[in-house]
């Protein structure tokens, strides 16, 4: 079992569909990260966050810590957001960070 | 916001030859730089982690003889892949950190080894 789970695995979505990523992990953490990667493969930082909520653009983040879980969403998808979305845990002890398998998204026109 | 820049973007070469990857933070100084690998449809992979003018710290099976750390400045680090093989072909992906919890990626070197 990863430490980082994330659900769905696979998501297709129609051009202006909400969607949400969900991202749980078994142990505390210091902060927990989501990333973006492009087919082309470079890797942009989206959020990083300890608590609460954060918020950029169509994206927002959400975070419990009780529960272990976190949430990306996107509001008014567009196929340029189509993407493979990786959730990633830091540790208390350590700089490493810890990565979920990805969330492959394609939102069609 | 950060920067990380990584050089070459794509190299092919012949087995047996090495090829030498930079990761440079541009605009701000990266007390720690993390090496990673990332195969096909598969997560990213850590191989060391370095802080400037020390030695890398090189994850569990990861050859520190074969894949050469350094990081020389607080802008820049290297990895250089010595003797390169078919099976070293893949996307090696850098990040920066100047504080903790902090990575910013640069955007990979896809190395295709013939």
């Known amino acids: 079992k990863n430490e980082v789970e994330q659900s769905p695995q696979n998501l297709t979505a129609q051009e202006g569909e909400f969607i949400t990523i969900n991202c749980s992990y078994s142990?505390?953490?210091?902060?927990l990260h989501w990333l973006q990667q492009h087919p082309g493969g470079g890797i942009v930082s989206l959020f990083m966050?300890?608590?609460g909520k954060k918020k950029h653009g169509r994206l927002i983040a959400t975070i419990n810590i009780q529960e272990k879980h976190s949430s990306l969403h996107i509001t008014a998808s567009h196929p340029r957001d189509s993407a493979v979305y990786i959730c990633?845990?830091?540790?208390?002890?350590?700089?490493?960070?810890?990565f979920g398998t990805g969330t492959r998204l394609q939102v069609f026109p | 916001g950060a920067v990380v820049s990584q050089h070459p973007s794509r190299v092919i070469c012949k087995s047996g030859t090495s090829v030498k990857i930079e990761c440079r933070s541009l605009?701000?100084?990266?007390?720690?730089m993390f090496w990673y690998r990332q195969f096909p449809k598969q997560s990213l992979m850590l191989m060391a982690t370095?802080?400037?003018?020390?030695?890398?710290?090189?994850e569990q099976g990861v050859e520190k003889d074969k894949f050469l750390i350094n990081h020389a400045s607080l802008t820049l680090s290297t990895l250089t892949v010595t003797s390169a093989h078919p099976e070293d072909s893949s996307f090696y992906i850098c990040?920066?950190?100047?504080?903790?919890?902090?990575?910013?990626f640069g955007p990979g070197t896809r190395l295709t080894v013939l």
């Open positions: 990040s920066a950190s100047a504080l903790r919890d902090e990575q910013f």
């Open positions: 142990v505390g953490i210091s902060a």
């Open positions: 966050l300890s608590s």
């Open positions: 990633a845990r830091g540790s208390y002890n350590t700089d490493k960070l810890i």
């Open positions: 605009d701000f100084q990266a007390t720690t």
């Open positions: 370095s802080n400037e003018g020390s030695k890398a710290t090189y």
